[in-house]
Nanobody, 126 residues
């Protein structure tokens, strides 16, 4: 069992930066791949970024590539999402997720993940 708690969301202006954190409970955090998803009002939840258990492999949605960076610290049981050059279209609730059977396209699918956090709101004003 893994419990995930996101933090770091807030209201910022376009062009600003934010770093989201996701703290995980459990001793097996380092064996899980981790992902960030987001859901804007009236839209389906979409993939943002993911990172392998070792941190060596990372994956990004085209819409955030070059602006967002995912990283993890297994000693702290925490995964991060550094968001730069934020745009109003980045406004959403951001969720972190953990999964063990992640490979291929499963990295980018909600169904690939076993555990989810409660989400943190990010609002970017123009």
């Amino acid at each position: 069992q893994v419990q995930l708690v996101e933090s770091g969301g807030g209201l910022v202006q376009a062009g600003a930066s934010l770093t989201l954190s996701c703290a995980a409970s459990g001793r097996t955090f380092s064996s899980y791949g981790m992902g960030w998803f987001r859901q804007a009002p009236g839209k389906e939840r979409e993939f943002v970024a993911a990172i392998s258990w070792s941190g060596i492999n990372t994956y990004y949605a085209d819409s955030v590539k070059g602006r967002f960076t995912i990283s993890r610290d297994n000693a702290k049981n925490t995964v991060y999402l550094q968001m730069n050059s934020l745009k109003p279209e980045d406004t959403a609730v951001y969720y972190c997720a953990a999964g063990r059977e992640l490979y291929g396209s499963r990295w980018r699918r909600e169904t690939g993940y076993d555990y989810w956090g409660q989400g943190t709101q990010v609002t970017v004003s123009s």
